[in-house]
C-alpha cells in the first residue's frame, strides 16, 4: 500500500506491506476561509475583549509586534500588513514600528529569511530585528512570577508603547497549543527564563503535553510572565491542511487565544478506539523538519496512541542537521533516555535540554526509529533508537516483528494531528 509524507518540500511515498490494518491518521482541520484579508479586517476592527487595534494605538508614539521565526509556517506576510496599516492610522509612525523576530533560543533569521518570513515590503520598511536569548542586556528584568521563574523580556518590546503577537494555534509538544503567550515567552525571553520554564519542574508535569491547557502549570506560567510584559493585543490564526488560514481570533491575550484553541481543538481531535501497535509518524515536512530537535515533536505526538513496548517510526529531512551546539552535544553524550532523565534530574539547565527531555519522555515505553537522512551518520549510535540509511530498511525494520494483523497508525503530518485514544480523552 502507499502512503505518501511530508518531508521536506518534496514529500516522501512509503510503500507499506498489505497483511496489517492502517489507520491513517490525517491533519483535520478547518476549511480555509474564503476571504481571509476579509476575516483579518473584520477580526481587528471587532476584536474579542478589547477595543478595536486602531483605538488601542492611538496616542502611542511606537509599537513592537513579535513574529514567529522561519520554524513556524505563520502567514506573516497576509497578517501583518493590516495591523500595520491600523497603526499607522493612529499615529504611529512607521519608523517607530519595531517587529521582533520571536527566536527564543533558535538562531537568528537571515536577511533572506527576514524576507520570506516578513515581505520583502515590510522588510523594507520597518525595522525587523531578531531577538538574542543569549544577551541578557538586551533584556528588561521585570521580577519574577509567583512560582519563583525569573522574567526578563527583550528591551525593545518592553519599551514599546503597544504590545503585539502575531501567531498561530496548532499543538505544542509541552504548553498543550502554541500562540498567543507563547510569542512572549519563550520568543523574546531570555536565556536565564527560558531555562527555569523548560526544566523538569515543568517538562515532567503529566499536563504538560500536547492538548492540555486549562490545568497545564507551563501555560499558566507563560500567562503570567506575558502579563508582565503587557500584552496588549494578539493576533493569531488557525490553519487548514494546505497552511491556508482557516480562522482568525484578535484582541484580548487570554479571551482571543482561548477562543482559537477552543476553535483548534474541536477541528483537530482524532479519538482511536485502542492504541496501536506502531505509529509511522514526520514531523509535517519543511519548515517544521529543517532539524532533528523540531523533528522530535513528531515522535512526542504519537506517543498518546501507541501501546507499551510499541514502535515509532519517525520520517524527517532534517536538512539542516541535529540543531543547536548544545543539543548536539548532548545528543553524543548520553547512552539511553533514561540515563539522560537520571543525569538532569539535579542540575542546573541547558539549552535545549528541555526537547531530549519530552523525548525520554515519549519513548521510556516505546521503541524509536529513524529515517532522518539530513542528520550525519556519526549521531546514529545515541539517538536512544535506531536509525537506517534508507527509508526502505527503516520501514522493514518497523515491521520485522509484527504480526500480521497488527494496527499501524500512519500519520503524513505528524505533530498536525491531535490524537488520543478514547480512554485517555
Known amino acids: ?13 512509503l510503500d507499506l506491506p498489505e497483511e496489517y490494518r492502517y489507520r491513517v491518521l490525517e491533519a ?3 476549511a480555509p476561509l474564503e476571504d481571509p484579508e476579509a476575516a483579518l479586517e473584520a477580526a481587528l476592527d471587532r476584536p474579542i475583549g478589547t477595543p478595536p487595534l486602531a483605538e488601542l494605538a492611538r496616542g502611542k ?17 497576509q497578517t501583518l500588513p493590516p495591523v500595520l496599516r491600523r497603526l499607522e492610522w493612529a499615529g504611529v509612525p512607521p519608523e ?19 524576507r520570506e518570513i516578513v515581505g520583502p515590503e515590510v522588510a523594507g520598511r520597518y525595522r525587523v530585528v531578531n531577538h538574542n536569548a543569549r544577551e541578557l542586556a538586551e533584556h528588561r528584568h521585570l521580577g519574577a512570577t509567583a512560582a519563583g521563574t525569573p522574567v526578563y523580556i527583550d528591551e525593545r518590546f518592553v519599551s514599546a508603547g503597544l504590545h ?12 498543550g497549543y502554541s500562540g498567543g503567550r507563547k510569542l512572549i515567552v519563550p520568543g523574546l ?12 519542574k515543568f517538562m515532567r508535569q503529566p499536563l504538560a503535553v500536547e492538548g492540555s491547557i486549562e490545568h ?78 523540531q523533528s522530535l515533536k513528531g515522535i512526542t505526538a504519537a506517543q498518546h496512541i501507541v501501546k507499551p513496548g510499541g514502535k515509532i517510526l519517525l520520517v524527517a529531512a532534517c536538512e539542516e542537521g541535529p540543531g543547536a551546539p548544545e543539543f548536539r552535544r548532548m545528543l553524543k553524550e548520553f547512552p539511553s533516555g533514561r ?73 503524513p503530518e505528524g505533530p498536525y494531528v491531535l490524537a488520543k485514544t478514547r480512554a485517555a480523552a
Open 164 to 175: 503585539i503577537t502575531l501567531g498561530f494555534i496548532e499543538p505544542h509538544l509541552m504548553l
Open 339 to 411: 540515563q539522560f532523565l537520571d543525569a538532569i534530574a539535579s542540575t542546573p539547565v541547558v539549552v535545549d535540554q528541555w526537547q531530549l527531555e519530552k523525548f525520554a519522555l515519549a519513548i521510556a515505553n516505546a521503541e524509536a526509529l529513524f529515517y532522518v537522512p539530513g542528520l550525519p551518520a556519526d549521531y546514529y549510535p545515541t539517538l536512544w533508537g535506531r536509525a537506517f540509511p534508507t527509508v526502505e530498511s527503516a520501514v522493514q525494520a518497523l515491521f520485522a516483528d509484527l504480526t500480521p494483523g497488527a494496527t499501524v497508525a500512519v500519520i
Open 28 to 30: 483535520r482541520s478547518a
Open 216 to 293: 497545564n502549570p507551563l501555560h499558566h506560567e507563560l500567562l503570567e510572565i506575558a502579563g508582565m510584559a503587557r500584552h496588549d493585543f494578539m493576533l493569531d490564526v488557525a490553519l487548514a491542511r494546505d497552511r491556508r488560514i482557516a480562522g482568525v481570533f484578535a484582541g484580548d491575550a487570554l479571551q482571543a487565544h482561548r477562543a482559537g484553541v477552543r476553535f483548534v481543538s474541536q477541528v483537530m481531535l482524532e479519538l482511536l478506539d485502542a492504541a496501536v501497535d506502531a505509529v509511522i509518524t514526520t514531523s509535517a515536512g519543511y519548515p517544521l523538519d529543517l532539524t532533528f530537535y
Open 189 to 200: 525571553a531570555a536565556q536565564e527564563t527560558i531555562k527555569v520554564l523548560h526544566s523538569p
Open 61 to 77: 508614539r511606537s509599537a513592537a509586534i513579535s513574529v514567529c521565526d522561519i520554524t513556524r509556517p505563520a502567514p506573516n506576510r
Open 1 to 13: 500500500m502507499r502512503f505518501d509524507l511530508a518531508f521536506g518540500k518534496t514529500g516522501i511515498a
Open 96 to 114: 517607530d514600528i519595531t517587529v521582533l523576530i520571536a527566536t527564543g533560543l533558535h538562531r537568528p533569521a537571515t536577511e533572506a529569511e527576514i
